[in-house]
């Protein structure tokens, strides 16, 4: 099991930019697939991005590709997710997870979730 503690949010303009921060406690965490996923109200959660343990594969929504990257650091126990052009339809509280295995787009598949984190796009 890993702990994760999501940071970064906030208000932002449209066009404006965010860098979400997830760290997580654990000597393992290198073992670790991560994720990102967001649920605005009202909706269910859904997939944002997704990177391997090793850092070398990555997935996007389409929503989100080419908008947003995904990478992680394993010496500081900590994955990213940088956010640009951002659009009012992107305000969600965004999550971080992690499993152990292959990176996947499915959330149920994620057994370690943080609290959350609170991104807003003002039009």
């Known amino acids: 099991q890993v702990q994760l503690v999501e940071s970064g949010g906030g208000l932002v303009q449209a066009g404006g930019s965010l860098r979400l921060s997830c760290a997580a406690s654990?000597?393992?965490?290198?073992?670790?697939?991560m994720g990102w996923f967001r649920q605005a109200p009202g909706k269910e959660r859904e997939f944002v991005a997704a990177?391997?343990?090793?850092?070398?594969?990555?997935y996007y929504a389409d929503s989100v590709k080419g908008r947003f990257t995904i990478s992680r650091d394993n010496a500081k126990n900590t994955v990213y997710l940088q956010m640009n052009s951002l659009k009012p339809e992107d305000t969600a509280v965004y999550y971080c997870?992690?499993?152990?295995?292959?990176?996947?787009?499915?959330?149920?598949?994620?057994?370690?979730w943080g609290q959350g984190t609170q991104v807003t796009v003002s039009s």
């Open positions: 997870a992690a499993r152990r295995g292959g990176a996947t787009r499915a959330a149920y598949e994620y057994n370690n």
């Open positions: 990177i391997s343990w090793t850092g070398s594969l990555t």
């Open positions: 654990g000597r393992t965490f290198s073992s670790y697939a």
